[in-house]
């Protein structure tokens, strides 16, 4: 696991002062307060050379780094990265990745340049070429089941303690084959969330062996290109998938199943281990 030289990071939220406004026959205006997520710029940097500044909830910043590191080619392994230092500064955060040599120089020869807003996934691919390349699983995955789903989807609220507070972020989760969460974290963007709980996986020295991905957004190509990147043979996401993502996913051999509920679910690719055939596109 890379070591860590981090400051204390600012605080992933903060109180507000707002103006309640009830409509209709009982009218009334409230003055209160509300507690907001917070939305920073993230500087990342490999040795000297800025590579991306992401907009991040600035918590978790060193699993985002290496989860990001991992999902966007910089590094094959998580023994690649050396150390990760964060740094708040007036503008905003930096995050100060040092590389083993060579995957630094293999860096060196592909940089790009990227600015990415919350809502961003492939923000810095100028064209077609340079869309990722996750590769499709090599071995026999092993399907979860709809029950596993299930208790998935009924623990993840009791683990959003920012979405609690805020009612704004969204959260990626790592489940076990019996649906127990193992982990969660919550970003503003879903795919910072995504990238986040990914480095926490890598960091923790844990794979993708067994389990699945569980996310509270819509699934969208990179979202499926980022799980696959990282190993894991199944993405549930609760809301809808893309027509890309869907074709990722078969070509990936990746199981997509989405508009994830406590009572049924949608399996847009690949299949459940307590259904008998594969969903073919």
């Known amino acids: 696991m890379p070591r860590n030289s981090s400051p204390a990071?600012?605080?992933a939220s903060h109180a507000v002062a707002v103006r309640t406004?009830?409509?209709g026959a009982m009218a009334t205006t409230v003055d209160a307060s509300a507690e907001v997520a917070v939305e920073?710029?993230?500087n990342i940097v490999y040795g000297n050379m800025p590579y991306a500044v992401m907009m991040t909830t600035p918590s978790d910043l060193e699993d985002f780094v290496a989860g990001f590191s991992l999902t966007e080619g910089i590094i094959r392994r998580i023994d690649e990265i050396r150390s990760i230092a964060v740094a708040p500064r007036d503008e905003g955060i930096v995050a100060t990745v040092e590389l083993a040599p060579g995957r630094f120089r293999e860096h060196l020869a592909r940089r790009r340049n990227l600015s990415g807003r919350t809502a961003c996934g492939l923000c810095g691919v100028e064209t077609l070429t340079d869309l990722p390349t996750a590769e499709a699983a090599g071995g026999t995955t092993v399907p979860v089941t709809a029950e596993a789903i299930a208790r998935g989807l009924a623990e993840l609220e009791h683990h959003q303690q920012l979405n609690r507070l805020t009612r704004s972020v969204h959260a990626a989760a790592w489940c076990d084959r019996e649906g127990?969460?193992?982990a969660v974290r919550e970003d503003v963007g879903r795919?910072?969330?995504l990238d986040k709980l990914i480095g926490a996986r890598l960091r923790a020295g844990q794979d993708a062996s067994e389990g699945f991905v569980l996310v509270t957004s819509r699934a969208s190509f990179e979202m499926v290109e980022k799980a696959a990147i990282f190993g894991a043979g199944t993405l549930v996401a609760i809301s809808a998938p893309t027509s890309l993502a869907?074709?990722?996913a078969n070509a990936l051999g990746l199981t997509l199943v989405c508009i994830a509920r406590a009572d049924s679910a949608?399996?847009?690719a690949g299949r459940l281990a307590?259904?008998?055939e594969s969903v073919a596109r």
Do not use: G
């Open 40 to 42: 920073s710029p993230v």
């Open 9 to 11: 990071q600012p605080p």
């Open 191 to 193: 795919h910072n969330a």
């Open 21 to 23: 406004v009830r409509f």
């Open 246 to 248: 869907i074709e990722r």
């Open 180 to 182: 127990a969460i193992l």
């Open 274 to 276: 307590d259904t008998v």
């Open 266 to 268: 949608t399996v847009f």
